[in-house]
Each structure stands twice: as structure tokens, then as C-alpha cells.
């Protein structure tokens, strides 16, 4: 299934033999309306593409008999789902009132310069030089009562400080794998 007329990102590539039989063996999970294998669609494009593009809302909706809306409804609804791509490892800082008072725009400005992190493509997004992070502030991730809270990747960090940052940013050159603890 391949959305005609439509050209690639760089970075992305259409949906191949294997990625088609990992979104069956997911909808093949859900009830006849398919709606609910949506997120899980989005959340494997996302994991095979580094981000989700116009490419694959189409791709989706026509999967799943939808409209584009649909699809598009999830992606700005979860803060962890990206219409752009970010580095290799992605620092999502909150930045609603919560996190903002206690502190968080402070630690976004942090992480950018630790990760020598600059504008990029004007979405938003801040990418290091090399590509390896990325950092860019997201709405409420409902970590409120523990502010300030950010995700790295898929992982909730609450009461993020710029030591946790470090540890993360030691652990990724050291490994490249986890993040540690998460939630805090």
C-alpha cells in the first residue's frame, strides 16, 4: 500500500514487506472498526521512521478506513508522537504553567546548551550538529504534581533537573541504550 504522488522525506522510506506485516499482526488485535489500532500504527511508523509524516497519516487512515483527521487528531493530541524528525535521542521538556513555574524553561534553555542544541527547520525542534539529540518543549504531559517533568524518547522523567539531564546525556555517549530510572 503506498500513497501515490507523494514525495519521500529525507530520512523516510516507504513502508516495506515487513513493516506491512507488523501493522497486520496489529490490527489483526483489534475489534472489526480498527479505530483502535490506530495509536499502535502511529507508534510503529514512528519507532521504523523517526517521525510521522503526511506520508503516513495517509498510509493510516487508508489501513484503517478513516479519515485523515482521525489520525491527525492523535498526533496533536500525544506529545510523544513527532510530525518532524528529531535526533537520535529526544528531549520533550513540559512547558504548560506547572512545569513552567517550577522551573522548566530554565531546564529546556539547559539542555539546549548542553547538547549544543540549535534552531532547526523553524518547528520548533532543536538539533545538535551531529543529529544524536534533539529538544524541543511539548504541552502538558500530566506529570503536574511532580513538575517540572520531561520525556526522553518514550520515558516520563518528574522532577527533572539539569543533574538527571546529565546522567541521561552520560548514559547515552556510555551505552547509547536506556535512560536509567525514568519518573525521576
Known sequence: ????????????????????RKA????????ASRRSAALPLLHLWQK???????RAVEWISERLGLQPIHILELITFYPMLRIRP???INF???????????????????I??????TASAGH????????TYSVEFVECL???????????????????TIGTVDRILAESLGSGASHGEGKG
Open 112 to 117: 539546549r546548551d548542553r547538547c549544543g542544541a
Open 48 to 54: 521504523e521512521f523517526g517521525f510521522l509524516s503526511q
Open 86 to 88: 528529531g535526533g537520535r
Open 124 to 131: 520548533g525542534i532543536y538539533l545538535s550538529p551531529d543529529g
Open 1 to 20: 500500500m503506498v500513497v501515490p504522488d507523494q514525495p519521500l522525506l529525507p530520512g523516510e522510506e516507504a513502508p516495506g514487506a515487513e513493516f506491512e
Open 24 to 31: 497486520d499482526e496489529i490490527v489483526g488485535q483489534y475489534p
Open 92 to 110: 520533550k521538556v513540559c512547558r504548560t504553567l506547572s512545569c513552567a513555574l517550577a522551573g522548566s524553561h530554565e531546564l529546556f534553555a539547559q
Open 142 to 160: 500530566a506529570l503536574c504534581g511532580s513538575a517540572p517533568a520531561m520525556m526522553v524518547d518514550e520515558e516520563e522523567f518528574e522532577r527533572a
